[in-house]
């Protein structure tokens, strides 16, 4: 049977309340938190709802390794485990329960808390987020479900996580690539600056598989990629080309600064384009004139 997510909270009231037992690295972890409890191993089960489906297997080799010589450090927060007498569910500390099976471990030190559904899911994707090693696939991943679920906004969780907002739009936007390329990016074969270049193309894969033959930069890929399909319709004299990530960022900068709908038109085969500002009242013109005029 499904379960129904508790009534979500404002990202940002009771974050900090959350974010108290997430961290960003094992490694700085304090190593003075004191377990609520020691647990069997085999008590202790993953949640269903993680976001994170792709662990690096060298660094959960090295995690093993240091669990074997010298425990485990930093408690796993759990709860106990939904519609069970005994056994618990792993709010925070994924890695380290896998890490801790493979160094062959019995008992886990756990701190246990009395989260709902809704926290429960809101800090799975919070700790995966903060994590440096996470790929750009399932930080974006991660970005679209706190906005599906809890319906944060970009700027509320630019506020909340201490990322920009230009961050956060630049990767929800590589969602929008096909999934053989959302995998290049997965396995490292492409960087979030490579797949940019492609989102929207629709050659995007011949392109991502070019790139990664020929080992080009990020700039050739821009280049590589405005180049268009082999094959070319005739351009129209003054109709628009097709929009590369930069012109789309630098329209969505613009519109998030001006308060206004801002788009940008290239004219095909020249240098030069057109700059619309779309206002909706006649306050909004006026503004518009006081930014102008440097007021």
Do not use: C
Request: net charge neutral.
């Amino acid at each position: 049977m499904a379960r129904t997510p508790a009534k979500s909270r404002g990202l940002g009231r009771g974050l900090s309340a959350l974010m108290s037992d997430v961290t960003a690295d094992d490694a700085t972890r304090d190593p003075q938190t004191r377990a609520d409890l020691v647990v069997p191993i085999e008590q202790v089960q993953p949640n269903p709802d993680q976001p994170r489906r792709t662990f690096d297997q060298d660094a959960l080799d090295e995690l093993a390794a240091s669990i074997a010589e010298k425990g485990i450090i930093q408690p796993l927060i759990v709860r106990q485990a939904p519609g069970k007498s005994k056994g618990y569910e792993i709010v925070a500390g994924e890695r380290r329960w896998r890490a801790a099976q493979m160094a062959k471990l019995h008992d886990v030190p756990v701190i246990l808390r009395d989260y709902n559904d809704t926290e429960v899911l809101e800090i799975a994707i919070i700790e995966n987020i903060q994590r440096a090693d996470l790929n750009p696939v399932d930080e974006a991943t991660g970005y679209q479900h706190l906005m599906d679920r809890f319906g944060h906004t970009q700027d509320q969780m630019a506020t909340a996580l201490g990322k920009s907002r230009s961050h956060i739009a630049n990767l929800l936007r590589l969602l929008k690539l096909p999934e053989e390329v959302q995998r290049y990016l997965v396995s490292g074969q492409l960087s979030a600056g490579h797949a940019r270049a492609l989102v929207g193309h629709d050659q995007a894969v011949a392109l991502a598989r070019e790139v990664i033959q020929r080992k080009l930069s990020v700039r050739d890929t821009e280049k590589l990629a405005k180049k268009g399909p082999a094959i070319k319709k005739r351009a129209v004299p003054g109709a628009p080309v097709p929009k590369d990530a930069d012109t789309v960022q630098i329209e969505n900068e613009l519109t998030a600064t001006l308060g206004m709908k801002v788009t940008i038109d290239h004219a095909a085969g020249g240098e030069g384009g057109k700059l619309s500002v779309s206002y909706k009242s006649l306050d909004q013109l006026d503004d518009l004139l006081r930014a102008l005029a440097g007021n």
